[in-house]
T-cell receptor, first 116, second 109 residues
Framework: GAVVSQHPSRVICKSGTSVKIECRSL??????MFWYRQFPKQSLMLMAT?????????EQGVEKDKFLINHASLTLSTLTVTSAHPEDSSFYIC????????????FGPGTRLLVL | SQKIEQNSEALNIQEGKTATLTCNYT??????LQWYRQDPGRGPVFLLL?????KEKRKERLKVTFDTTLKQSLFHITASQPADSATYLC????????FGAGTQVVVTP
C-alpha cells in the first residue's frame, strides 16, 4: 500500500517551454501533497505544500508564478514549471501524506527534468 | 535553528556485517524521527519512525534507537547485503519534514 506515482519519469525540453509533472496517490487519499527538488548529492529541499482544494504554500525563495501547483483532487497534484530555464534542471519529487498518519510521507519515484 | 546531522562520509561494509549510521540533532527535541532509504535517481522510501518515548524499534533486519539524552538516533542494518547499498536519510519534522544529507552505505560481497 501507500504507492505514489509520478509522470513523466524523465523529460527533456527546450528553454522557455513549460513542463507539467503529475503526482498521483494510487491506493490512498492524500489530503496533503508535497513537492521537493533535489540537486545532485544534496538533500531534498521542500518547494511547496499543497492541500486539496486550496492554494499551495510555497517555501521561501520558491517563485510561485514559476512553479504552479494544482491539487485538484485527493489523489492528484500537478507541478508546472513555466518558462523553464537550464537552471531549473533538477530532480523533482512529490510525496503524499495520509489524513490518518500525517507524520509519514510516501514519495513518488521522481521526475528528472533537463532543460536545454 | 533546528539542525540534523548525518555522517557525510560513505560507509563501506562487508556483506554480513552490521552497518551503523548516526543521526544527531541540535537546538530542539523532536517528538519523533524517521529514517528513509533513497536509491540513485529514485524517491525516498519510508523505513521506520521512532518516537521520543521509544528507545528502540525494529523492522526485519533494521533497528533504530532514539537517545534523547545524547540527542542521537542510531540506525542499524544487521546481516547487511549488497541490496542494502543506498543512501539512508534521517528525517525530522518541524512543521514539515527536514532531511539530513544522508549517509551512503556500500555493502560489498
Amino acid at each position: 500500500g501507500a504507492v505514489v506515482s509520478q509522470h513523466p519519469s524523465r523529460v527533456i525540453c527546450k528553454s522557455g517551454t513549460s513542463v507539467k509533472i503529475e503526482c498521483r496517490s494510487l491506493d490512498f487519499q492524500a489530503t496533503t501533497m508535497f513537492w521537493y527538488r533535489q540537486f545532485p548529492k544534496q538533500s531534498l529541499m521542500l518547494m511547496a505544500t499543497s492541500n486539496e482544494g486550496s492554494k499551495a504554500t510555497y517555501e521561501q525563495g520558491v517563485e510561485k508564478d514559476k512553479f504552479l501547483i494544482n491539487h485538484a483532487s485527493l489523489t492528484l497534484s500537478t507541478l508546472t514549471v513555466t518558462s523553464a530555464h537550464p537552471e531549473d534542471s533538477s530532480f523533482y519529487i512529490c510525496s503524499a501524506a495520509m489524513l490518518s498518519a500525517q507524520e509519514t510521507q510516501y514519495f513518488g519515484p521522481g521526475t528528472r527534468l533537463l532543460v536545454l | 535553528s533546528q539542525k540534523i546531522e548525518q555522517n557525510s562520509e560513505a560507509l563501506n561494509i562487508q556483506e554480513g556485517k552490521t552497518a551503523t549510521l548516526t543521526c544527531n540533532y541540535t537546538n530542539y527535541s523532536p517528538a519523533y524521527l524517521q529514517w528513509y532509504r533513497q536509491d540513485p535517481g529514485r524517491g525516498p522510501v519510508f523505513l521506520l519512525l521512532i518516537r521520543e518515548n521509544e528507545k528502540e524499534k525494529r523492522k526485519e533486519r533494521l533497528k533504530v534507537t532514539f537517545d534523547t539524552t545524547l540527542k542521537q538516533s542510531l540506525f542499524h542494518i544487521t546481516a547487511s547485503q549488497p541490496a542494502d547499498s543506498a543512501t539512508y536519510l534521517c528525517v525530522h519534522s518541524w512543521g514539515k519534514l527536514q532531511f539530513g544529507a544522508g549517509t551512503q552505505v556500500v555493502v560489498t560481497p
